[in-house]
């Protein structure tokens, strides 16, 4: 199983950008999926999540900037990134949920990806 994240980059505020996740190895519509970020000297944070069915789950600070997706037939997860803010400066990470078909919301996570780099700076 493998997870690679790319689509990073450095953009000013209020930009764009989209990332991606492709997995292989397994059906990405099998498990869930969470997008993640972890800013230097911070923890670790959840950002959203793409349940089999569908659902989706995002952090209140997304506030609705970002919008996650999945494309099965490429076997990859998207996370759309708008308005984009200094604080949203970080390492982003894709994972895949533990338990084939249980939602993310009540799973842990086994595989993660190496990482995508975000900078938004003016």
């Known amino acids: 199983v493998q997870l690679r994240e790319s689509g990073g980059g450095s953009v000013h505020p209020g930009g764009s950008l989209r990332l991606s996740c492709a997995v292989r190895?397994?059906?990405?519509?099998?498990?869930?999926i969470g997008w993640f970020r972890q800013a230097p000297g911070k923890q670790r944070e959840g950002i959203a999540t793409?349940?089999?069915?569908?659902?989706?789950t995002y952090a209140d600070f997304v506030e609705g900037r970002f919008t996650i997706s999945q494309d099965s037939a490429k076997n990859t997860v998207y996370l759309q990134m708008n308005s984009l803010k200094p604080e949203d400066t970080a390492m982003y990470y894709c994972?895949?949920?533990?338990?084939?078909?249980?939602?993310?919301?009540?799973?842990?996570?086994?595989?993660w990806g190496q990482g995508t780099q975000v900078t938004v700076s003016s």
């Open positions: 793409f349940d089999n069915d569908g659902t989706t």
């Open positions: 190895g397994y059906r990405v519509s099998d498990n869930c």
């Open positions: 994972a895949r949920g533990a338990t084939t078909w249980r939602s993310c919301l009540s799973s842990t996570y086994d595989y």
